[in-house]
């Protein structure tokens, strides 16, 4: 038999999708201590635009924009502009790499003043990586992973709103040869969203209060090969924002997030238990558990208990400053646990905003020992459909 070797861009490729979900645990004395939430297609959990991406990864209630699309659909119904779109990039590896990237693009249009629909497309690409196989010569592949996305959203009375939204998610690790039993995975999800807001007197000010909700991602596990499927990232993210207008001029808004991972921890092997039976008690209480049933497992299964429960909540704080609703500065903090991947780091970021369009960039700075995205800039372009049609005279 056959075997492949792998390339240093094979080896590269195997680091990239493993950082975002197994980071290195700084400082690891105990090895039993890191135990993060496995899944597949965890490109899904990367934030796509730099306005939440320079504020610390927060957007369930942040004030609604046309990339609420990916952090709470239900924001829509409560956009001033009728219509918009957006796109944008954020590379990844830089330092190493030039071809490694997401990519993502979103639009919405309001159905009168109560209901919207919007989609998004959202595109990981590993670029090209050289497989070799003894005695045959190398060929190329490209992985990637992508979604596809449709929402519907509606207010539900002045200061409610929900949202759904539709999902075929598909991953490509590429393909090793034909003795290779790996193949593209595909999965399809929903989203279930809300969110509502309020104008709240503090002080003499009128401030904007706003809570959300989106559970994503329910749906059908994922199968790289014929004998076992993997959960995708379901996630559970509640958020709050307040928006306090300091003068006519100058506004500031403060914004948190938390996240649970709806996905079941694996469980880990016992002192004395033999790997047959260990093997046994995974495909029993893991790999053979409905997404559903891992949806309610995985609040109550962690090895550690509460504890370690407590572990598997991320959470993100951000602020932005807005001057004369056309320049902000934004800066946040994401955390997660040590144990459950040590994904820790500051965002900074700013933005531009014209009747006709907005830019938005935001930089990453790692403070924790490993982050495929450190000292990464990232871009958004997004493009008023009301403003382009005064532009050209239009209503």
Not at 186 to 195: E, I, K, R, T
Not at 319 to 340: M, T
Request: one cysteine or more.
């Amino acid at each position: 038999m056959k075997y492949p070797f792998p390339s240093c861009r094979t080896v590269l490729l195997g680091i990239v999708l493993l950082t975002f979900t197994f980071i290195p645990l700084r400082g690891q004395d105990k090895a039993s201590d890191f135990n993060p939430v496995q899944y597949g297609v965890s490109s899904l959990n990367i934030a796509p635009d730099a306005r939440a991406g320079s504020m610390g990864d927060v957007g369930a209630a942040t004030e609604p924009d046309v990339n609420s699309q990916y952090w709470n659909p239900a924001k829509y119904p409560f956009t001033i502009s009728r219509a918009g779109f957006a796109f944008s990039y954020t590379p990844w590896l830089r330092k190493l790499v030039n071809d490694i990237a997401l990519m993502n693009a979103a639009g919405y249009y309001r159905i009168g003043d109560y209901q919207a629909l919007s989609a998004s497309i959202y595109y990981f690409s590993l670029g090209d990586v050289a497989v070799s196989r003894q005695g045959e010569a190398s060929y190329n592949v490209r992985p990637y992973e992508m979604s596809i996305d449709l929402a519907y959203s509606r207010m539900l009375s002045e200061n409610f709103s929900a949202a759904v939204a539709l999902r075929f998610i598909h991953s490509d690790m590429g393909n090793l040869g034909d003795e290779s039993d790996v193949h593209p995975g595909s999965a399809f999800a929903a989203d279930l969203a809300m969110y509502w807001n309020k104008y709240i007197m503090i002080g003499q000010r009128e401030c904007n209060l706003a809570f959300g909700m989106n559970i994503s991602n329910i749906g059908s596990k994922i199968s790289y090969s014929g004998d076992r499927s993997v959960f995708i990232p379901t996630n559970l993210r509640l958020g709050g924002s307040l928006l306090y207008p300091i003068n006519e001029y100058n506004v500031f808004g403060i914004s948190a997030d938390i996240n649970k991972l709806l996905v079941p921890t694996m469980p880990r092997k016992e002192d004395g238990e033999s790997d047959e039976d260990y093997q046994r008690r995974l495909d029993e209480d893991y790999y053979n558990i409905s997404s559903i049933s891992g949806i309610f497992k995985s609040f109550g299964d962690a090895p550690g208990g509460f504890k370690e429960e407590l572990e598997e909540i991320q959470w993100s704080v951000g602020a932005e400053y807005i001057y004369h609703n056309q320049f902000s500065l934004r800066a946040g903090y994401h955390h997660e646990s040590e144990s459950k991947g040590n994904r820790k780091y500051y965002t900074f970021g700013a933005g531009f905003r014209m009747s006709v369009f907005s830019l938005d960039a935001g930089y990453l700075l790692s403070a924790s020992q490993s982050n495929p995205l450190d000292q990464t800039l990232r871009f958004t372009l997004s493009f008023d459909m009301d403003g382009i049609r005064d532009l050209f005279g239009r209503r």
